[in-house]
């Protein structure tokens, strides 16, 4: 009996088991390919580590089942660390196996060494599980077998490497395709290994089997294995599912996003009349045209990527040869490129397009691909036409016109601004406006603008300068225009040359400033005795206090404290003498108008003092009623203190001589809108009978030696501070001049 075979047999229902295992393994290979082709990163390498366990554990169970399949009339035990070798095995297998399937390409040799290295695995899975028999008997193989069992392992892997690369496509997940394939698999797998098991014979020996670490595995135990395997199994398929649940709806999320994202990008192309392509330089095939460009060139969309090629036939034949030495001249320079043509729609519509081109590079540096976009800018362009229309209109007035766009580019200038600024239209249309023509603005440019978008027109005065360097003031108009869809533009600016006009006006206020001087040095001559009238008081006083003083100082005994006291009135005698002579050298000097706050109050009161002489010479009581909470006023003091000393003087003229109370009456209170009101008001003859109305104009006087000129000035100044002057009969007699002047407001130069 020694060298006789041991004959055994085989449990078919554990063999089948063992094929329903591969099967399940098949399938669980498949969908776990596509989770770790799916995934990226660190989350790849988790799927590929515990898809090849789950894998690796299916493979392995299926062999042992499978040898468990296989009865020998002797005792059989399994030594266990060997058991987990082959374990180890099968897991680095399936480790190979994922990692193949699941790149983005599959060439041959990848697929041929993989199933080398996969079939080697799955072999060395199979013998290192049998070189883990313990059993009294001696175990051989037939090398033939071996070998044919061996090639099995590397076909079948190869076959199953297809199968799961094919099949691995998260859109087959589940279905007919993908279960034929695992049922393929799944009956493949088990072929190697029931050639390997036929390779093996057995012949029973005398000695012992060695049993230290070996296990018997009893129908329990081949119930647990096949327990664990399929919970693992399932485990695996489950986890795949609900991460592939979870991808799907992160795909719908994204791709609903993309979708509403595409929308607003169709929406604002076709808001901004701009199309999108990208064309592919090898074979000149477009490769995305987005629907605007379809509307645009006047395609249907349902076209689709062929109406790239058909566009070159709807090309203007006159810019054709145009835009194909931009594109040409774009790839040879690997740059961007702009071209403007017209295209040419069946229904002989004609349209202005400029299309921008950008290159995209391979890694090599040499151009692939063009991506960029065409726009719509016929509307611009017949825009831009009607206003050259305008202007040849416009050449024939004399104004200055101009038009730019929003970035204020010179679009269009007439024959006025050539005249007017120096430059030719040759040389100042492209060019921005306010650096051609060093523009100063009156306030900021960006409340210029605000104006302008808000209510469609801006006016002022700038200051530029000619292109021989001389500087011009310009009353300048500017209106926007905007097109069909009420956006900005283009800005079309009308400007006068008003530097004559403005020398001429610096001129006349020089002139009237002149008169107005000579009119106060004039009145300043007829109150020559009342002046010194005024001076020579303080003078008189402080002389008589000198004495006063020394007669204190050469007593035997000399009074200090007398003499103090009266040198103090010296001084303050002094003091007023010197006011005196300062407010009527100020009335005589001759400047330029200088305006701050004043105090309307102080401005009475230095003129009472002034002409107190006056009044008196005639018998004339001053009357004076100043508010005390009154505001300042901005203005110019001399002027102010010129307009009070003439309309005083005026009463005091009109008063000198009649009979009966004589009163100069001056007041000051606050009027409407918070304005301050003056009144100078006299009882004397009154104004001019039907005369009234002419005693402000230039040259009328009811005096004898009078020029005509006091009330017209003063009229002018008060005018000037954004006031008003009038006058009133008085009842029984006299009359009343009163005029406002707005509290801290700037004046009207």
């Given amino acids: 009996m020694a060298g006789v075979n041991l004959i055994g047999s085989y449990n078919y229902a554990l063999v089948a088991l063992s094929v329903l295992i591969a099967m399940f393994a098949s399938y669980a290979a498949l969908d776990l390919a596509g989770r ?121 892997s190869l076959a199953a490497l297809w199968i799961t690369f094919h099949f691995r496509d998260e859109k087959k997940a589940i279905g007919r395709e993908k279960l034929a394939g695992a049922i393929v698999m799944g009956a493949a797998i088990p072929v190697m290994h029931y050639t390997g098991m036929a390779a093996a014979s ?41 991460d592939r649940r979870f991808a799907v709806q992160t795909l719908e999320l994204q791709e609903e996003k993309l979708q509403r994202s595409e929308s607003y990008l169709a929406e604002a192309q076709r808001l901004a009349h701009m199309g999108s392509w990208a064309w592919r330089l090898a074979g000149g095939n477009a490769l995305h045209l987005s629907e605007e460009w379809y509307r645009i060139y006047g ?119 050539e005249e007017l600024y120096g430059w030719t239209a040759e040389k100042a249309v492209g060019k921005v406006s306010h650096q051609l023509l060093r523009t100063v603005f009156p306030v900021p440019m960006d409340e210029i603008l605000e104006e302008l978008l808000r209510t469609g027109r801006w006016e002022g005065e700038l200051v530029r300068t000619k292109a021989d360097g001389t ?103 002094g003091t007023r003498a010197g006011e005196i002579i300062s407010r009527i050298r100020l009335l005589f000097k001759k400047g330029t108008s200088e305006r701050e706050l004043v105090n309307v109050n102080e401005v009475i009161e230095e003129m009472i003092v002034l002409l107190r002489g006056e009044a008196t010479r005639y018998t004339i009581s001053v009357r004076v009623e100043l508010a005390a909470d009154l505001p300042r006023v901005n203005g110019d003091r001399v002027q102010l203190q010129q307009v009070l000393m003439n309309l005083m003087l005026n009463s005091i003229d009109a008063m000198k001589d009649v009979d009966g109370t004589r009163e100069l009456a001056v007041m000051s209170q606050r009027g409407e809108d918070g304005q301050v009101l003056i009144s100078v008001s006299d009882t004397g003859v009154g104004l001019p009978p039907q005369q009234a109305d002419k005693i402000f104009n230039s040259f009328f006087t009811t005096k004898t030696h009078g ?6 000035i003063s009229r002018s100044i008060i005018e000037s501070h954004g006031g008003r002057l009038w006058a009133a009969d008085n009842s029984p007699r006299g009359a009343t001049f009163q005029f406002t002047l707005p509290a801290t407001v700037a004046a009207h130069i």
Wanted: glycine fraction near 6%; aromatic fraction near 8%.
């Fill in 36 to 156: 770790v082709t799916a995934a990226g990163g660190w989350t790849r390498a988790v799927w590929l580590l515990g898809g090849a366990g789950a894998m690796g554990t299916g493979i392995w169970s299926m062999h042992y089942i499978g040898m468990l399949a296989f009865m020998l009339p002797i005792p059989v035990a399994y030594h266990w660390p060997t058991v987990l070798l082959s374990l180890l095995a099968a897991i680095l297998a399936a480790v190979v196996a994922l990692g193949v399937v699941s790149r983005p390409k599959m060439g041959a040799f990848p697929a041929l060494a993989g199933s080398v290295l996969m079939g080697a695995g799955i072999a060395s899975m199979h013998y290192i599980g049998m070189a883990a028999m313990r059993l009294p008997a001696v175990r051989q193989f037939n090398f033939f077998l071996v070998v044919v069992s061996v090639m099995f392992a590397v076909l079948i």
């Fill in 202 to 242: 057995f012949t029973p020996s005398s000695m012992p089997a060695d049993l230290s670490h070996a296990v018997s595995i009893s129908t329990l135990g081949t119930a647990g294995i096949t327990a664990v395997t399929f919970i693992v199994l399932g485990l695996a398929l489950l986890t795949s599912w609900a």
């Fill in 299 to 417: 395609f249907d969309p349902e076209e689709g990527l062929s109406a790239w090629e058909k566009r070159l036939q709807r090309i203007h034949p006159e810019d054709r040869a145009k835009w194909q030495e931009a594109t040409n001249r774009a790839i040879g320079k690997k740059s961007d490129y702009e071209v403007e043509v017209r295209v040419l729609l069946p229904d002989g519509t004609v349209k202005y397009i400029l299309t921008v081109g950008h290159p995209v590079l391979n890694a090599a540096g040499d151009v692939v691909q063009f991506v960029g976009s065409s726009m719509d800018i016929t509307e611009r362009k017949r825009a831009e036409e009607a206003l050259r229309e305008q202007g040849s209109l416009l050449n024939l007035t004399h104004d200055s016109i101009f038009v730019r766009d929003m970035h204020f580019v010179i679009t269009y200038w007439n024959h006025a601004a």
């Fill in 471 to 573: 500087r011009v003031i310009v009353a300048s108009r500017w209106s926007l225009q905007r097109d069909r869809r009420h956006q900005p533009l283009a800005i079309l600016e009308t400007n006068n040359d008003v530097t004559e006009r403005k020398r001429a006006a610096e001129a006349l206020r020089q002139a009237q400033a002149d008169l107005a001087h000579i009119a106060r040095v004039t009145t300043m001559g007829e109150l020559t005795a009342s002046l010194a009238h005024e001076v020579n008081q303080p003078i008189a006083a402080a002389v008589t206090n000198a004495n006063t003083c020394l007669r204190w100082l050469t007593r035997d005994q000399p009074n200090v404290e007398e003499a103090r006291a009266a040198a103090m009135r010296i001084v303050k005698d």
């Fill in 707 to 712: 020029t005509g000129m006091g009330l017209r």
